[in-house]
């Protein structure tokens, strides 16, 4: 398995999972401005978003107080949501809509996959302790 030793080259796990928690709580807290929220794909957008932003507080808590298990809702939306993303990307790709909301799936898919790691490395080392 891949691990990481640190987040961006230079932060330690525990801090770096503090920063992903916060910098997913305010992008998720973006998502609320650009969505429709007349339709129910608005709508059920918002509440995937909330849903997210509750497993980044909980990432959040569990970074702070060194609960290994308060990672886990995190770990499994974040995994859901990069298939997810994959999957739309895929999608978008062979209906030949590629735009720039292709784009910014992939560096998100992207984005998150690392965060996933960084994440997923702290919660392995919680376990030593």
């Given amino acids: 398995m891949i691990y990481s030793e640190n987040c961006c ?5 525990k801090c770096g999972c503090i920063l992903i928690a916060i910098v997913e709580v305010l992008i998720r807290g973006l998502d ?26 909980f990432l959040l808590l ?22 997810i993303l994959v999957a739309e990307g895929v999608f978008v790709a062979t209906e ?4 720039e909301y292709l784009v910014f799936d992939v560096l998100q898919s992207l984005l998150g996959l690392y965060f996933w790691l960084v994440v997923f490395s702290y919660y392995d080392l919680l376990k030593d302790t």
């Fill in 32 to 57: 609320r401005f650009f969505v429709d929220r007349d339709s129910i794909l608005g709508f059920l957008s918002l509440v995937v978003s909330g849903i997210y932003v509750i497993c980044c507080i």
């Fill in 62 to 83: 569990g970074a702070v107080l060194g609960v290994r298990y308060f990672l886990l809702p995190y770990l499994s939306v974040s995994c859901l949501r990069f298939f």
């Fill in 96 to 99: 030949g809509f590629v735009n």
């Fill in 9 to 13: 080259c230079c932060i330690e796990l």
